[in-house]
């Protein structure tokens, strides 16, 4: 393992590097990758390593490689954004580069890492997310580890022609706590 920061029972996650930074842009650069995101442009390699070094300098970020352990193979990032660290609240996200690692359960696990480390080190009291209705895969791994459907922003995406619902998902403190072990197991 390389510089490990959070490890799991198959992967662990790392500290995002220089080294990463071509893996990423041509994950950020894929247009089946962008849909999810909802990016509309390119990523240059001046920008996308601007993106990679603001990580370093904010408290308010935490951005990290997804690791699989065996083979030491960088598959995607995962992370919290804008942590509002006085009403202890943050966001969620995840993006697996690698498509022949979809599908896999590293999604929910590189989760389950995060959001243990942003309730139990961090304090947190609530992360959310956005998805995509179109993004059913996501959706079933985000509901795997306990997020809760809050809220629709409806056809606020558009893509290829066709609007899309973009929906919100959070889970608190509390309820991480309640059904953290059971989370874990699933």
């Not at 220089?18 to 240059?44: A, H, Q, V, Y």
Request: charged share 30%; net charge negative.
């Amino acid at each position: 393992m390389h510089n490990p920061f959070l490890i799991g029972e198959r992967i662990y996650l790392r500290p995002l590097a220089e080294e990463d930074l071509d893996r990423c842009m041509r994950w950020i650069n894929d247009p089946e990758i962008l849909s999810t995101l909802g990016r509309r442009f390119p990523m240059s390699r001046t920008l996308e390593r601007e993106w990679l070094t603001s990580h370093y300098k904010s408290e308010k970020d935490l951005g990290l490689a997804i690791v699989i352990k065996d083979g030491d193979v960088h598959i995607g990032n995962c992370g919290l954004h804008q942590i509002d660290y006085q009403n202890r609240n943050a966001e969620f996200g995840i993006m697996i580069g690698e498509k022949e690692h979809w599908g896999h359960g590293f999604a929910p696990e590189a989760a389950k890492l995060i959001l243990r480390y942003g309730f139990d080190e961090l304090n947190l009291h609530r992360i959310s997310l956005e998805v995509y209705s179109h993004n059913k895969r996501a959706q079933k791994a985000y509901e795997k580890v306990g997020f809760i459907h809050e809220g629709t922003l409806r056809e606020a995406y558009f893509r290829n022609g066709c609007y899309y619902d973009d929906l919100i998902m959070g889970i608190l403190d509390t309820e991480w706590r309640q059904n953290g072990t059971t989370v874990l197991d699933r």
